[in-house]
């Protein structure tokens, strides 16, 4: 894999992990890797002495790696003081230590509790030209849309 999929693959995990209401399984792989290539640029880019456009591109392209890792960590750390009842095997080793202490917290300020509240999401999609070949069926026996074309 070159740096550019790499990249590529932080921001998709980054993307989906934005774009979804509970955590999703953490990207062991994929943030190692990118922890690994982000020293290993580091390295590069201080041996560089002289060439500053190839300096100035690699500074580029850390930042960016900086910036989608401590995003895609950020929104994960989010998600778990909501969702602290998530399953471990979803977390890192070291979300997996911030969890037992935000239930901790939880418990000493006396707010925890045993169960995660059943809140069903909708997602749905807005309709921007009626074309009058596409309809909406409520079906009642699941809260769920079905589209009839």
């Known amino acids: 894999m070159t740096n550019a999929d790499i990249l590529n693959e932080l921001i998709i ?7 979804i209401k509970t955590l999703l399984p953490y990207q062991t792989s994929i943030i190692e890797t990118i ?3 982000i020293q290993s640029q580091q390295t590069y880019l201080n ?11 690699i500074e580029q392209e850390l930042d960016t790696a900086k910036y989608f890792l401590k995003e ?3 929104i994960r750390i989010k998600k778990l003081q ?3 009842l998530t399953s471990k095997d ?6 997996i230590i911030f969890q037992e202490k935000i239930v901790n917290l939880y418990k000493e300020k006396n707010i925890y509790v045993e169960s995660e509240y059943k809140n069903t999401e909708y997602v749905g999609f807005i ?13 009642p026996c699941m809260n769920i849309f079905t589209i009839t074309i």
């Open 72 to 74: 895609y960590l950020k």
């Open 127 to 139: 309709c921007l030209k009626d074309i009058k070949q596409i309809f909406l069926d409520k079906n």
């Open 13 to 19: 995990i980054y993307r989906n992990e934005k774009n």
């Open 47 to 57: 041996a560089l002495k002289k060439n500053q456009i190839i300096k100035n591109i």
């Open 90 to 95: 979803l977390l890192s080793s070291k979300e």
């Open 82 to 84: 909501i969702y602290f």
């Open 35 to 37: 922890y690994s290539l």
